[in-house]
């Protein structure tokens, strides 16, 4: 893929984020370039991004003079940049049933196939800012291998091999999140025993499901 590529990819992936909730007036997602990666600005305006608004940082998340400043939560993305060199790109988002249910006692569990995919998430125990490289680091190894992560009372955090599989896996976390916040109230919800877990795993974890999945929402942009 080109850099010109990669950077459409990004601007589309934070457009269908925006969309649908999962990032708002903050939030941001960015790809690994070189050491260090390519980030909206802070300032950006989420709903109105445009080429312009992507920012270079480099391995410590530090960004160029001459270019708008990163989010303050770059650290985030730096220290998975850093500890993960699988990872090719990271969404942290706010969206409203995630942080819903992180606000609570009950742990994510899979009530439907898709939300298999994430595992079962981490959950960072403070809503804190992830504004320092310190708080960054902490994140980052909770996270270890796995690709999601709750953050108490604050959002979620997504890291996978590119963005538009970044992408997708939010908006799967958050689609669970929002069936099993739903559910409760009627009872208990129905939770996917360990081998239909891992049944889901294997079936809708596949490259042509996910274009299918990035296909859709990128086309409903243009709508």
Known sequence: MTEGQ???DLLTALRILEANGIIDLNGHASIRQGAGALINSGRS???RLADADLVPVDAE????SAADAPPM????HAAIYRLRPDVGAVVHGHPTWSTLLSSTSTPYTTVYPQGALVG???VYASPRSINTPEIGGKVAELLGNGCAMLMRAHGMVIAAADIRSATVLALYLEENARRQCLAAPLGRPYHFSPEEVEACRKGPNK???FAKAWNYYAAKLRS
């Open 6 to 8: 990669s950077r459409d």
């Open 45 to 47: 305006v989420r709903s």
């Open 61 to 64: 998340g530090q960004g160029q």
């Open 73 to 76: 939560e770059v650290h985030l």
């Open 120 to 122: 079962s998430p981490a």
């Open 207 to 209: 490259p042509t499901l």
